[in-house]
T-cell receptor, first 113, second 114 residues
Framework: AQSVAQPEDQVNVAEGNPLTVKCTYS??????LFWYVQYPNRGLQFLLK??????LVKGSYGFEAEFNKSQTSFHLKKPSALVSDSALYFC???????????FGAGTTVTVRA | NAGVTQTPKFQVLKTGQSMTLQCAQD?????MSWYRQDPGMGLRLIHY???????DQGEVPNGYNVSRSTTEDFPLRLLSAAPSQTSVYFC?????????????FGPGTRLLVL
């Protein structure tokens, strides 16, 4: 069975500082990794995904994520956080053996001015 | 394109009542799915469909039914509502079945079962 762990329930950073949201995964087969963001009372919005190729993936709103196969991680990063980045972030995984998407529990990001 | 739409946005039910959550997409997507979101648990897959006339169970299917008579619509039926079904429900769709595909989510239906 495939699974995702987001070890931090909450991440707090000051505006302008780097932001990192951690994600580790477990799958059989090749992993396909996704990050989604949810703003209050809204649906999930796609940020970026890793399918194959370059380990550094660039996505929407200045976010990027690095795929690390040896550490089975896919951490989300942003060099300089904005107050508007405050939201709930979900990491998700599917695989070449199971196309269904499995989500982590989510990490609440708060960026203070 | 309207994308993925869901109705209603909010619903209150009494225990034992039934209802249908509506989901529609106008992107001609083959794959559609229903998730429930509960605090601290992420999103869990309830049911999914890989095309019209084809549905299957996800991780938490008990108490829910689905059907897919058209490509556009994928309603979720609660047969006899229970307080444990209080949750936020999201419908999602993607162009086709496949782990590589990006899923597009609707705005959600917030359900309260008393």
């Amino acid at each position: 069975a495939q699974s995702v762990a987001q070890p931090e329930d909450q991440v707090n950073v000051a505006e302008g500082n780097p932001l990192t949201v951690k994600c580790t995964y477990s799958v059989s087969g090749n992993p396909y990794l996704f990050w989604y963001v949810q703003y209050p009372n809204r649906g999930l919005q796609f940020l970026l995904k890793y399918i194959t190729g370059d380990n550094l993936v660039k996505g929407s709103y200045g976010f990027e994520a690095e795929f690390n196969k040896s550490q089975t991680s896919f951490h989300l990063k942003k060099p300089s956080a904005l107050v508007s980045d405050s939201a709930l972030y979900f990491c998700a995984v599917s695989s070449s053996n199971d196309y269904k998407l499995s989500f982590g529990a989510g990490t609440t990001v708060t960026v203070r001015a | 394109n309207a994308g993925v739409t869901q109705t209603p946005k909010f619903q209150v039910l009494k225990t034992g009542q039934s209802m249908t959550l509506q989901c529609a997409q106008d992107m001609n997507h083959e794959y559609m799915s229903w998730y429930r979101q509960d605090p601290g648990m992420g999103l869990r897959l309830i049911h999914y469909s890989v095309g019209a006339g084809i549905t299957d169970q996800g991780e938490v299917p008990n108490g829910y039914n689905v059907s897919r008579s058209t490509t556009e619509d994928f309603p979720l039926r609660l047969l006899s509502a229970a307080p444990s079904q209080t949750s936020v429900y999201f419908c999602a769709s993607s162009y086709k079945r496949g782990g590589r595909e990006t899923q597009y989510f609707g705005p959600g239906t917030r359900l309260l079962v008393l």
